[in-house]
């Protein structure tokens, strides 16, 4: 671990002079090689994140198809609505002129009473076949609804989730600005080498954490975003 190696460093320095100087030299060094290994975690990391975000986004996208799918149905159950309502205006007028068997007359049409029964029976099985489409529309409504609530239930929690990756990468960007000037601060010996080292040693184990955390995280997320019921979720949006 880097961290045994520090503390070897600190061991050694014991003097000054040339020996001093070889040991200020090990660590820096040292905190090259943490500077090192953080930038490529860090780009590895923020590889995983740029993937997580295009898959937020995803989300985000598959709601507004979604939406827009819902939309497309509202504007085609609209004009069922009027007719079916005009066939019950239409219904409702010969209902009193069948029940009493007379003829009737129509936009200026006179209809005998038989006739009337057969336009009735006709403009019932046209006002069936009406509802029964709206039937249909209005379930494809309900399921893209459910859709829509649930992409933007996870659409916010993975935001949330991916904020807080955020956070904690932005912490560890500080962590690697301390180490550098630490490092500046090394090279000029402001401070005594055994206090410096200890203070890396600090700062590594701290950005070691982060590293875990994020990782842990992004892990996580991974086998989150294959689960089965997301995939069914976004199958029914994009391939609708």
């Not at 336009?119 to 076949?129: C, P, Q, T």
């Not at 701290?206 to 989150?224: F, H, P, R, S, T």
Request: aromatic share 4%.
């Amino acid at each position: 671990m880097l961290r045994i190696y520090l503390l070897i460093v600190i061991v050694a320095v014991t003097g000054c002079g040339s020996r001093g100087e070889v040991a200020k030299e090990k660590l820096l060094g040292k905190i090259d090689s943490i500077l090192g290994e953080m930038d490529v975690k860090r780009k590895q990391i923020e590889v995983s994140v740029d993937a997580f975000k295009e898959g937020v986004d995803g989300l985000r996208k598959a709601k507004i198809k979604a939406q827009v799918q819902q939309d497309q149905i509202t504007r085609k159950v609209t004009p069922l609505d009027g007719k079916i309502n005009e066939i019950d205006t239409s219904l409702k007028k010969m209902k009193v002129h069948l029940a009493a068997g007379e003829s009737a007359e129509f936009a200026g049409k006179t209809y005998s009473a038989q006739e009337l029964k057969a336009m009735a029976d006709k403009l019932l099985s046209a006002r069936k076949e009406l509802v029964t489409q709206k039937e249909r529309y209005e379930t494809s409504q309900a399921s893209l609804q459910k859709v829509v609530d649930t992409l933007e239930t996870k659409q916010s929690e993975y935001q949330e989730r991916l904020s807080k990756l955020e956070t904690q990468i932005a912490e560890i960007d500080g962590k690697t600005i301390a180490l550098k000037a630490m490092k500046d601060a090394s090279a000029a010996m402001g401070e005594s080498e055994k206090s410096m080292a200890e203070n890396v040693d600090a700062l590594e184990e701290k950005i070691n954490e982060l590293y875990a955390d994020v990782e842990v995280e992004m892990l996580n997320e991974d086998e989150k975003w294959n689960s089965e019921s997301t995939t069914a979720e976004l199958d029914a949006v994009v391939g609708g």
